[in-house]
């Protein structure tokens, strides 16, 4: 058994990683007043959905409290609270993700989606057919992250060109959590099925997630193309 209470996926079927259950995943280009842009995803294959959510969960043991990659300049204290690992923990090599991942396999399909998607030459968005599995690929720089109680990730910008931020986990077993564009006041809550793409350099939050001590509730799958 793992240390603590960490909540398992439901969902007992899992069939092929392609297999279509009613629903189509949608992709929506948003622009907001406050000058805010990104993708918001719905409705993700659930099989998908669940099969990433498994692969998540079982990375929990081996991951970091804060990863390691993020430390307030000011305080020097870690601004993530909250496990992640690369995904490269477990599948060292593209090749192996590509066969293997279901995480990687709901980046793709998102990306494949995404990128039928029009969007104004100069909108930092028109980059997502870069990523395409015929093209640069994202499969080098997944992150797979279970946040807790009380975990969160203070504002901050990524280092990579777009982010993605993937829910696959049951949003009804804890509140808090949302992302929030710091820059524009814009949030979204997270919901399972649900995900966003968005420009790397926005500020952004993780807002604190509550829940069940020792329980890790929040599951996402963020990949960041680069």
Aim: aromatic residues 10%; charged residues 25%; negative net charge.
């Amino acid at each position: 058994r793992f240390a603590g209470r960490i909540k398992k996926c439901k969902g007992a079927a899992f069939g092929p990683p392609f297999f279509c259950v009613g629903q189509k995943m949608k992709a929506e280009y948003v622009k907001k007043p406050t000058g805010a842009e990104f993708i918001h995803i719905t409705d993700m294959n659930e099989i998908m959905v669940e099969r990433a959510c498994r692969e998540v969960w079982k990375m929990i043991p081996v991951m970091g409290d804060d990863n390691g990659s993020a430390y307030d300049q000011e305080n020097q204290e870690p601004k993530r609270k909250g496990g992640a690992a690369w995904l490269t923990r477990i599948f060292r090599d593209l090749e192996a993700q590509v066969l293997f991942s279901d995480c990687h396999k709901l980046v793709e399909t998102v990306v494949e989606k995404a990128s039928e998607l029009d969007f104004m030459p100069e909108s930092p968005l028109s980059t997502i057919s870069m990523f395409r599995s015929d093209g640069m690929g994202p499969t080098s720089s997944i992150l797979l992250s279970a946040y807790g109680d009380g975990d969160h990730y203070k504002a901050h910008e990524d280092r990579s060109i777009l982010s993605m931020l993937l829910w696959v986990s049951d949003n009804e077993d804890f509140t808090g959590g949302n992302i929030h564009f710091t820059q524009f006041g814009e949030k979204i809550p997270p919901k399972k099925g649900t995900g966003v793409i968005f420009p790397s350099f926005y500020a952004h939050e993780v807002e604190t997630v509550h829940t069940a001590p020792d329980m890790k509730a929040r599951y996402t799958v963020t990949c960041f193309c680069a």
